[in-house]
Each structure stands twice: as structure tokens, then as C-alpha cells.
């Protein structure tokens, strides 16, 4: 059975983008089927009315260029952007620059979004104005998914993304967690490895 999962992402998060490569994988096996949706974590740490571009220096061009790619396009071409985007900032290790969201959107197949995205300011305003609905709804970082209609969950966070039997294991915890409307935290601390690399062997 498919189940409706939304996940909210920022480029900039390299958990974020594990739990996605995680979520693709899930959609392969016809499990889950994703709607996108955005939240800022640097205008989630700056005060509140901050203008865009002072609230998000490092990665409002993605930010922007997201939004654009989804309401011109629609969110196929958001995934396509996020996944590009993805593989440049985490895989790649890649500094965020406007020339990395050109080369991003130009790998997704849409070569003019980064630059008509940084001609246009009101994005900026659709960002904020997306991160300001997600908090409504208790959204407080990422990832956070939301299960069909139940209360959204922050996580899972994963250092690797698991694929295959695996990834449907995992599904199966998470979505036991999520579908619990009374249970709040699981949680593992420090986080001891870092998103994409290997566990080292434990007794």
C-alpha cells in the first residue's frame, strides 16, 4: 500500500538530504508517494521580519530558485532541482554559490531558473511565507515528514541512506512511530557519524 507522505527539506541540510535518498528509494518499491514542501532553517534562526536575502545569505538562491522551479513547473521539477542541488552540496562537497544553483538547474534541465529566480525578490517572500505555514503546523527542522493525515514527525534522522530491504524496514519502524499520536522523541546523541559516512564497528 502507498502511503501520502509530505516532507519538508532545505538544500543546505546533509541529514535532510540522506532521509530523501532514503524517501526515493522508498517510492521505487511503490511505498510511499512524496509532496514537497520547503523550510528555511536560516530563517528559522534569524529574528523574526529579517528581509530574505539577510535571513538566508548562504542558500537563498537555492531556496528561491526551488520555489520558482515549482510554480513554473510544477513539483516534478522541484525534485529534479533538490535532487541536483543535492548531489552538488553533499556528494560533491561544493561551496553554495549562484554559480552552483546555475549548474544545478542546468543538470535538472532548466537552464534559466537560477537566473530569472535571483531577478525576482518576491520569491523570497514565498519562502518565508512557506516556512511561516510550516510552523503552524509544529514543523520545527528537517526532515520532518507527515504521514497521510497524521501529526508530522521530525526525522528519521539517518547518517546513510538505506536502500532496499533495508529501507523498507526502517519504513515499517517510522511508520509505527508516526502513526502514535502519543509518543513525542526517540533520540541517539552525539551524533557520532556524519551524513554519508561509514559506521565504524562497534563492540
Not at 62 to 68: G, I, V
Not at 83 to 110: Q, S
Request: with cysteine; hydrophobic share 45%.
Amino acid at each position: 500500500m502507498t502511503t501520502p507522505v509530505r516532507v519538508w527539506v532545505d538544500p543546505s541540510c546533509p541529514w535532510a538530504w540522506q532521509t530523501v535518498r532514503w524517501l526515493l528509494d522508498l517510492r521505487e518499491h511503490g511505498v510511499a508517494e512524496l509532496t514537497w514542501s520547503l523550510f528555511s532553517l536560516e530563517v528559522n534562526s534569524s529574528p523574526a521580519g529579517t528581509p530574505f536575502r539577510e535571513a538566508a545569505p548562504r542558500h537563498g538562491a537555492s531556496l528561491a530558485a526551488l520555489t520558482l522551479a515549482r510554480q513554473d513547473l510544477g513539483p516534478s521539477a522541484f525534485e529534479a532541482l533538490y535532487v541536483a542541488l543535492g548531489d552538488l552540496l553533499h556528494e560533491r562537497k561544493l561551496d553554495p554559490t549562484h554559480e552552483l544553483v546555475r549548474t544545478a538547474a542546468n543538470d535538472a534541465g532548466m537552464r534559466d531558473v537560477a537566473d530569472r529566480a535571483a531577478a525576482q525578490p518576491n520569491l523570497g517572500d514565498a519562502v518565508i511565507d512557506e516556512y511561516l505555514a510550516a510552523r503552524k503546523l509544529d514543523v520545527f527542522g528537517v526532515p520532518t515528514l507527515q504521514l497521510a493525515d497524521h501529526k508530522p514527525v521530525y526525522g528519521p534522522i539517518v547518517a546513510n541512506a538505506p536502500a532496499g530491504d533495508d529501507a523498507v524496514s526502517l519504513w515499517n519502524d517510522v511508520r509505527g512511530f508516526a502513526e502514535r499520536g502519543d509518543l513525542f522523541e526517540l533520540k541517539r546523541w552525539p551524533r557520532d557519524v556524519r551524513p554519508g559516512e561509514a559506521m565504524e564497528q562497534r563492540p
